[in-house]
């Protein structure tokens, strides 16, 4: 063997052996470092069997991980609804500042296409002239139309909704652009639905689900219901009580 060889086989034994000391010298050691003790695995001499403290601390071990677990699920929970505070801001600052129908028509597709990342958008309202939709790039919405039989229980809760739809309500959401839509959230206008609907698509099969919570997108609905009054003839405005 080798002087160097010799040298590097010295080592380990004498690192451990330093570390002993100092452990044996400063026995408060893991008493100001607690944190330590739980990666250490100190094995108990107790045969085939576990002993009741190596139990525990596999117990607590376990525990501590879950809430690691759950405390980095509230951090990202936490900081997507700030994201989302954030960017329900800037649309209402953009939607509230808009001084025409087309000016506030365009300023929610552009922030929900481009800050909320929605692959197509529809609104459909009542109370204007085809002329006046066709300038403000929206559908007309009729209440009596057939197609609205595919939407009972939704207009019956009054509430939005999230998920997969139908292919026979995709195509009257979102017409041409239906096929290419594998999920999608639709917000009623007014009281269940009197001034219209707002239908959001995307080509993310999970980006709306069921399970989601709604109050961003009833609050949406709300805001707009608000604004779209300013616009519409007092015949054919909404109520804003539920």
Do not use: W
Not at 40 to 58: D, Y
Not at 75 to 86: K, Q, S, Y
Not at 161 to 178: H, I, P, S, T, V
């Amino acid at each position: 063997m080798t002087t160097s060889q010799q040298t590097q086989a010295e080592a380990q034994p004498l690192e451990e052996k330093t570390v002993a000391d100092y452990l044996r010298d400063n026995p408060e050691f893991f008493q100001n470092n607690p944190s330590l003790l739980a990666t250490l695995r100190i094995p108990h001499n107790c045969g085939i069997a576990v002993s009741l403290v190596e139990h525990q601390v596999k117990v607590l071990r376990n525990q501590n991980r879950q809430l690691k677990r759950k405390l980095m699920d509230l951090v990202h929970v936490a900081r997507d609804n700030n994201r989302l505070n954030e960017r329900m801001h800037q649309l209402t600052l953009g939607l509230v500042t808009s001084d025409t129908l087309e000016a506030t028509l365009d300023t929610l597709c552009e922030h929900l296409q481009g800050e909320f990342k929605a692959d197509t958008v529809t609104l459909r309202l009542a109370g204007l002239t085809e002329a006046h939709a066709r300038e403000c790039g929206v559908d007309l919405f009729n209440r009596e139309a057939a197609e609205l039989e595919h939407f009972e229980s939704f207009f019956k809760t009054g509430r939005p909704q999230c998920g997969r739809f139908k292919r026979e309500q995709l195509a009257y959401l979102f017409g041409d652009q239906a096929p290419a839509v594998e999920s999608a959230a639709i917000i009623p206008l007014g009281r269940q639905g009197a001034t219209g609907l707002l239908a959001i698509g995307s080509q993310e099969g999970n980006r709306f689900h069921p399970g989601m919570g709604t109050l961003f997108l009833t609050h949406l609905g709300e805001l707009l219901v608000l604004l779209l009054n300013a616009h519409l003839e007092p015949g054919n405005r909404a109520s804003t009580t539920p």
